[in-house]
């Protein structure tokens, strides 16, 4: 591990914007993030797979009503993100060093409003396929943790991904008003991300790949 690296890591355990298994509100946060950490009702918005956490604290900017959560396994990424909504005094924000996988540990039914997915790893492999955030395994997840109307965002540069999200979509009968586009810069929902971008997504941008986005929501009747 690199020297920074670790000095990263030592300082992410003296911040309170960060939860980690070692602190000890780690494993109540499910169903009391706005009591025990937020100290307020405002909803929820959580950034799966956040990295830098730009979606995070860009969106915490915009929104100073809401609350956000940064969720990600990469403890370097995460200082990032924290150190940017410290400077900011962003008390909106949380970062939370986890896996996907275990989002229901965390988050009780219900208890978010909006879901923002942000250029997730692609797992071009077809074996792979499980393991991408769009897959079904993590839409089930999404279903439960949103509210009635609640509603998830996704980005992604990469068009197998995209339409494979696309086509899952197209096979359930629970997902509602979904809209999309495969070049968000050229299309009706530019104001949709406040110009906000990922690490990721200005690097492919530059090389010239278009940004794909959709929006949609969750039937819970069905």
């Not at 900011?88 to 540990?105: C, H």
């Not at 990721?200 to 940004?211: D, P, Q, V």
Request: with cysteine; charged share 30%.
């Amino acid at each position: 591990m690199s020297r920074q690296k670790q000095k990263r890591f030592e300082e992410l355990k003296e911040r309170e914007n960060v939860l980690e298994d070692y602190k000890a509100l780690y494993t109540q946060l499910k169903g009391n993030w706005n009591k025990l950490y937020f100290k307020n009702d405002h909803p929820i918005t959580v950034e799966m797979g956040c990295g830098r956490g730009e979606y995070t604290t860009g969106l915490a900017r915009v929104y100073p009503n809401r609350n956000f959560v940064g969720v990600d396994v990469k403890g370097d990424r995460l200082w990032v993100g924290s150190t940017q909504a410290i400077e900011e005094n962003l008390t909106n924000v949380a970062f939370l060093r986890a896996q996907i996988q275990s989002i229901e540990s965390f988050f009780a039914p219900n208890e978010v409003e909006t879901i923002w997915i942000t250029f997730p790893d692609p797992f071009r492999r077809e074996g792979d396929a499980k393991r991408r955030l769009t897959s079904p395994r993590y839409l089930e997840y999404y279903k439960s943790l949103l509210t009635k109307n609640g509603q998830v965002f996704f980005k992604t540069d990469n068009t197998p991904l995209f339409d494979y999200t696309l086509e899952l979509l197209s096979e359930r009968n629970d997902i509602m008003d979904l809209e999309y586009t495969r070049n968000l810069y050229d299309s009706e929902y530019m104001d949709d991300h406040y110009g906000i971008k990922t690490k990721f997504e200005e690097k492919f941008y530059n090389l010239g790949e278009s940004i794909k986005y959709m929006k949609f929501r969750f039937n819970h009747e069905k």
